[in-house]
């Protein structure tokens, strides 16, 4: 398969701001612990906006700085866990709501927080036989709506938000990337298969351990794929989900901080936006420029994980 390229990215964040001190007044939680286990700040809870404006949002911003036209994209896929409804699908509203063209396929990928990830390859694969040249990948998610607000040890960790990419292939380049599933439906998930509660249920230390792991395997073997060493890698951008596991997985490369680009203070973890997210914050400070290589890197509920080296 050709490499994929990103031209263009956006994010969206929901209006309402919410610190760690303004969590402490909902649950019996602090600054202090939430900072010290986490890495997280401060996150973004929607008030009244849905999942699909958030990812609306995302993608107009993307269009635009791209300039790119709407006739050119070929293929719409939302990687999300939290859609607004079990159908139609995110991608088929914004399909409409953009103006998209009708003869493209749109659809969401549900891999958790590996989401973007899976989108990004299976949207580059798409247009291996597609005439348009551009695919529209979104990650976007409404975990406040999936959070008990009343259980500290879940609330305080998630965020809402989305992020966009143009994509198009790059047949001067191959593309390296891995991406698989190792079942475990008890560690992480929505309780729906076990309770009927609609809430995120999450065995921290079962999911910090598979986490380590997999991240650091995954991007290890898409180095070697590549043949490069992370000496050759200008950035890593992993899920965000815990400052502790992005800096375990740096330590396993004895690589510097500077190299593992991190959001997790601003947003939390904001499942499959975290990563495109990632992608338009570094964007907006000048980071993604020709000559560059990323490695992206996530896992999730499933467990779900991938990887892929990104070239700029
Ligand atoms: O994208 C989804 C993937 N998710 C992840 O990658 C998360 C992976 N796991 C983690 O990041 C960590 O396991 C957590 C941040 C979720 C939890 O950190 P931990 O160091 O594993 O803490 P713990 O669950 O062992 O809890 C330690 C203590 C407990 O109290 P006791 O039993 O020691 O008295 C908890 O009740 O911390 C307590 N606790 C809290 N205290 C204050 C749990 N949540 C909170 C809270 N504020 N919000």
Same mark, same amino acid.
């Given at each position: ?102 003869? $493209? ?18 949207? +580059? ?28 040890? $879940? ?7 989305? +992020? ?62 590549? +043949? ?69 890197? +996530? ?14």
């Amino acid at each position: 398969m050709d490499a994929i390229q990103i031209i263009a990215t956006g994010k969206a964040l929901p209006k309402k701001l919410v610190t760690n001190d303004d969590m402490s007044k909902i649950v019996d939680t602090s600054d202090e612990w939430i900072s010290t286990r986490t890495g997280i700040k401060q996150r973004y809870f929607c008030d009244g906006e849905q999942n699909w404006e958030l990812a609306f949002r995302a993608a107009t911003e993307a269009l635009n700085k791209g300039n790119i036209e709407k006739e050119q994209i070929g293929a719409v896929i939302v990687g999300t866990g939290t859609p607004d409804y079990i159908m139609p699908s995110m991608a088929c509203i914004l399909q409409e709501e953009l103006g998209l063209p009708s003869d $493209i396929p749109a659809f969401d990928i549900n891999a958790a927080c590996s989401g973007f990830i899976y989108a990004l390859r299976v949207a +580059g694969s798409l247009l291996q036989d597609e005439a348009r040249p551009y695919a529209l990948v979104i990650g976007s998610e409404q975990l406040s709506t999936r959070a008990d607000m009343t259980d500290r040890s $879940i609330c305080v960790l998630f965020g809402d938000g989305a +992020g966009a990419a143009i994509i198009k292939r790059n047949p001067e380049k191959k593309f390296y990337g891995v991406w698989g599933t190792e079942g475990n439906r008890a560690a992480l998930g929505c309780r729906g298969h076990l309770t009927g509660s609609p809430y995120i249920y999450m065995d921290g230390q079962t999911v910090f351990r598979f986490a380590t792991q997999y991240m650091t395997n995954a991007a290890k073997k898409v180095l070697e794929l590549a +043949g490069f060493t992370m000496d050759d890698i200008d950035y890593v951008l992993c899920h965000q989900a815990n400052e502790r596991i992005i800096d375990y997985v740096r330590k396993q490369f004895k690589a510097p901080e500077e190299k593992f680009f991190k959001i997790i203070q601003k947003y939390g973890n904001t499942s499959a936006a975290s990563i495109p997210l990632g992608l338009a914050e570094m964007d907006e400070q000048g980071l993604l420029i020709p000559g560059k290589k990323i490695i992206i890197v +996530g896992f999730d509920a499933g467990f779900t994980w991938g990887s892929m080296l990104l070239e700029f």
